[in-house]
């Protein structure tokens, strides 16, 4: 079982729409997580963390955390097309330095 | 602010032969990583340095080295390249690398070929 999983997708969704980006992770010990974006051909970059439960707003983008669960979710509000993109989710354990544990991302694509 | 940079961009080597990378992270971080990227196994982390010492390592042979500059440069190593190892090595660097500071800024990586 990989540690942090997230839905296979692609993902694909009209502009406008809200997309629905989801992840689950394994070690309980994990006590913070971050949503990082990637676009092809570049490298990752971080749009979204959050340490505590519940919901952590940034502009059009939504992170909700339920440690109860060990589940993390993204939601992207008025998806745009150039939201088109690869989304990591990672979380960091709490004696790890610098060590991120990723999933293996969903690929989104919004359509116009 | 430059970010983060890292040379080369894109190498070939085969089977046998040995490669270094080169990360400069952004100025004032002290923390660096480093990650393989393969579209098999996504992102994996390899090791993180700070001042010059490693503080964590992920699960990967011993052929794979890394050290860290007093400047906060820091060099990754492979050495006895197998068609494996091709993969985007990515460096990553963060100010304090405290726990629970995993904002990390990528550089564009380094496109390892094993031929």
């Known amino acids: 079982q990989k540690e942090v999983e997230q839905n296979s997708g692609p993902l694909s969704v009209p502009e406008g729409a809200i997309a629905s980006l989801n992840c689950t992770y394994s070690?309980?010990?994990?006590?913070?997580f971050f949503w990082y974006r990637q676009y092809s051909g570049k490298s990752p970059e971080l749009i979204m963390f959050?340490?505590?439960?519940g919901d952590k707003e940034d502009g059009r983008f939504t992170a909700q955390l339920n440690k109860a669960s060990q589940y993390v979710s993204l939601l992207i509000r008025d998806s745009q097309p150039s939201d088109s993109a690869t989304y990591l989710c990672?979380?960091?354990?709490?004696?790890?330095?610098?060590?991120?544990?990723f999933g293996q991302g969903t690929i989104l694509t919004v359509h116009p | 602010k430059a970010g983060v940079t890292q040379t080369p961009r894109y190498l070939i080597k085969t089977r046998g032969q040995q490669v270094t990378l080169s990360c400069s992270p952004i100025s004032g971080h002290r923390s660096v990583s480093w990650y393989q990227q393969t579209p098999g196994q996504g992102l994996q982390f390899l090791f993180e340095?700070?001042?010059?010492?490693?503080?964590n390592k992920g699960n990967f042979p011993g052929r794979f080295s890394g050290r860290q500059f007093s400047n906060s440069r820091s060099e990754m190593n492979v050495s006895t390249l197998e068609l494996g190892d091709s993969a985007l090595y990515l460096c990553?660097?963060?100010?304090?690398?405290?726990?629970?500071?995993?904002?990390?800024?990528f550089g564009e990586g380094s496109r390892l070929t094993v031929l």
């Open positions: 070690d309980r010990g994990s006590q913070s």
């Open positions: 990553a660097s963060t100010k304090s690398g405290r726990r629970g500071t995993g904002e990390l800024f």
């Open positions: 959050i340490y505590s439960n």
């Open positions: 990672a979380s960091e354990g709490g004696t790890s330095y610098g060590k991120l544990t």
């Open positions: 340095y700070f001042s010059e010492t490693q503080r």
